[in-house]
């Protein structure tokens, strides 16, 4: 079997979908997962060092018992974080704990959680959880985030322990693995007969010894009524020994920290972010407690998994057809082409080729059997010129005349064939803006001849936009002609996905073979429209300067190698953070490079100027502000530029 070029395009890509199909779904998983977990942590983390921060420690310090709670410092430190806990769906309490260092003892100061009903706590240092009467009068116990109306079991340092809800309407009690904990008298009021006495709400706490599983263990039983603070200044802090020395060392150390890993304590499975307080005198006296619902990390590690195995799949089936497609798109007529191409370089005047449809390809294809009969017709009328003067002396000036309006005119259809090429070539530009709420776009475009080496384009998605820019080596037909090898190279880049070195090492490979010693340039740019997160690879271009909506101006350095086929591929990515109304500049050599009568070049110094002075345009009009103060430095109505000129501005709205 003959191993041809579409064979070797169809294997090859197929190799490479499988491999970026697998490796999409596995790095989608690990680096969605991965980031989901450090950006939800690091914010809990943030909304306790805020609470602590707004906190004065001296204040805190005194919050010893119930009536202190009438100190109008707690009420305001208590609407801040009520506030706060009302506005994070997946943080479960929000608390402060105080420290005594003299008798070693850790209890509470302020509680975010303000119960609608009376709340009965049943806590040991092995487990712990609520009970109160729901709307509809039903017994119900709160563990480890989730709400039981019926018997349920709990997963404790002593092993599986089951909690029995007897809701009757004579007797009510509850009780954990056979033993009563809650004998209920009322409910509005809550009161109960627990294993220390009987609590209510004018004998709010009591302690005793219980046994359960065989275990004899301290347990504290405290009223919480409707509409206060679940736990008031001074109630015992209790949970397990481990978390206890944690949060010791923590206040001490005066070092905040998250869970990084879920953490089994007394009232369940949590994550939980620490911050300490501090004060006056420097000392850690306390800290804020930020208990996190465990439950939206483990649903959306599986919800990204099944959505990386399915995009996983998708895009090998797709890839898979679309290696088909292009294998057989790219070779057919770009064997034609250089075939022509080839036979007129060895002086066959005759070639024509044809490539049937309506694409670049056989618009390129017309142009250039129109350019051979215009070659071939100048090249004999030329000849037949030249043997007409030698034999024709006496009539020298008239034949000179004709034949020189013969040379005009053949000249002016050549002309008609650059502008027919200037047409094609503009056709591969954007045709109009996308509509997006994300960004806002503008470009302009300027080829110092009729057709050029410069180009731009992007690709977009409801999630995001990839954009690019490049320029050829050289100017007129050979750099336009690459240009739109560029072009027609691009669908098969940005199927790389939202990775712009990938896309970048994917162009540098489609362009082998094809550049004839011409070079590259270029820059792929991919904006993430929900994280404002922008990472660019630049191979040999002008850095992207980034416009921040404060007026700064900052170049993204990320410097790879050129585009070349003497050259192998080397260029990185760049992550650079965009916010609401910051700009991103993409643009050629032939801006700052642009000279004025004086041959002084406009360079970057004047650019960055430009735009801080003109940042609050929108990025059509600030393309254009940019692109006119260019031609008037140059100093002509109609100038005509050293270099193409090229620009894209990009407008992140958030």
């Given amino acids: ?43 809990k983390l943030s909304i306790a060092r805020f609470i602590s921060t707004a906190i004065d420690g ?20 208590l609407r801040i974080m009520n506030a706060v806990w009302k506005n994070e769906r997946d943080v479960r309490y929000i608390y402060s704990i105080n420290y005594d ?64 809800l007897r809701d009757g309407k004579a007797r009510k009690e509850l009780l954990v693995q056979g033993v009563k904990v809650f004998e209920v008298l009322t409910v509005n009021p809550l009161s109960v007969i627990c294993p220390a006495g009987q609590v209510r709400r004018n004998d709010r706490i009591k302690s005793g010894p219980v046994t359960i599983g065989g275990k004899t263990m301290e347990c504290t039983v405290t009223y919480s009524g409707g509409g206060e603070p679940s736990s008031y200044p001074g109630n015992d802090f209790i949970e397990t020994e481990s978390i206890v020395r944690q949060i010791k060392k923590t206040i001490r150390e005066k070092v905040a ?26 000392e850690g006296i306390g800290l804020v407690c930020v208990d996190i619902n465990s439950r939206e990390v ?69 142009n250039f ?100 820019i490049c320029d050829v080596s050289g100017h007129g037909v050979p750099a336009a002609f690459l240009s739109a090898m560029v072009k027609m190279s691009l669908p098969t880049c940005y199927a790389e996905g939202a990775d712009p070195s990938l896309a970048m090492k994917k ?14 340039s270029a820059v792929f740019c991919h904006i993430n429209f929900a994280e404002g997160a922008m990472v660019s690879c630049n191979s040999g271009h002008p850095p992207v300067l980034v416009v921040r909506a404060s007026g700064d101006v ?40 642009a000279r004025n009568s004086k041959q002084v070049m406009f360079g970057e110094e004047n650019v960055i100027k430009l735009l801080q002075r003109h940042r609050n345009l929108c990025a059509p009009e600030l393309c254009e502000v940019v692109y006119r103060m260019v031609i008037d430095y140059v100093g002509a109505s109609s100038p005509e530029f050293e270099d193409d000129i090229t620009l894209m501005i990009s407008e992140y709205n958030g």
């Avoid at 050259?567 to 032939?590: I, Q």
Wanted: glycine content about 6%; proline content about 3%; overall charge negative.
């Fill in 1 to 43: 079997m003959k191993f041809t070029l579409r064979r070797k395009l169809f294997f090859a890509f197929m190799a490479l979908n499988m491999i970026v199909s697998l490796l999409l779904g596995f790095f989608m998983y690990r680096v969605s997962a991965d980031n989901f977990f450090s950006t939800f942590c690091d914010h």
């Fill in 257 to 282: 920290y998250v869970d990084r890993e879920i953490v089994r304590n007394a009232y369940g499975s949590f994550l939980t972010a620490y911050s300490p307080i501090v004060n006056g005198r420097g």
């Fill in 101 to 164: 260092r003299k008798n070693d003892r850790l209890f509470y100061a302020l509680d975010a959680n303000i119960p609608d009903q009376d709340l009965m706590w049943f806590e040991t240092e092995m487990f712990a959880f609520d009970m109160f009467f729901d709307k509809q009068g039903r017994m119900t116990v709160e563990y480890n985030y989730t709400f039981y109306n019926h018997d349920f079991e709990m997963d404790t340092d002593l092993g599986r322990l089951r909690v029995s």
């Fill in 298 to 366: 483990d649903d959306f590690k599986r919800s990204i998994l099944l959505v990386a195995v399915a995009v996983s799949a998708m895009t090998l089936v797709l890839a898979t057809f679309f290696a088909l497609f292009l294998s057989r798109h790219f070779t057919r007529p770009l064997a034609g082409l250089i075939t022509g191409v080839n036979r007129l370089a060895s002086g066959d005047m005759n070639t024509m080729v044809e490539i049937r449809g309506r694409d670049e390809f056989s618009r390129l294809a017309e």
């Fill in 507 to 520: 162009l540098h490979q489609l362009l082998q073979g094809k550049m004839g010693g011409y070079f590259i």
């Fill in 58 to 77: 001296d204040v805190h310090e005194s919050f010893t018992s119930p009536e202190t709670s009438r100190k109008p410092e707690f009420w305001r430190y």
């Fill in 369 to 468: 059997n129109s350019m051979v009969k215009s070659l071939n017709a100048s090249s004999q009328e030329q000849k037949r010129l030249i043997d007409e003067i030698s034999e024709l002396n006496d009539t020298l000036e008239q034949r000179v005349i004709e034949r020189t309006q013969t040379i005009q005119d053949q000249s002016e259809e050549l002309n008609r064939q650059i502008m027919m090429a200037r047409a094609i070539q503009m056709s591969l530009l954007p045709v109009r803006l996308p509509d997006l709420s994300a960004v806002t776009l503008g470009f302009k475009y300027m080829p110092m001849m009729a057709v050029g080496g410069d180009f731009i384009d992007y690709h977009y998605t409801d999630r995001d936009i990839m954009l690019f």
């Fill in 554 to 593: 900052e170049p993204v350095q990320g410097q790879g190698r050129i585009v070349s086929e003497q050259l192998p591929f080397n260029a990185t990515n760049v992550t650079t953070m965009l916010k609401k109304g910051d700009k991103v500049m993409l643009y050629t050599d032939g801006i700052t490079e």
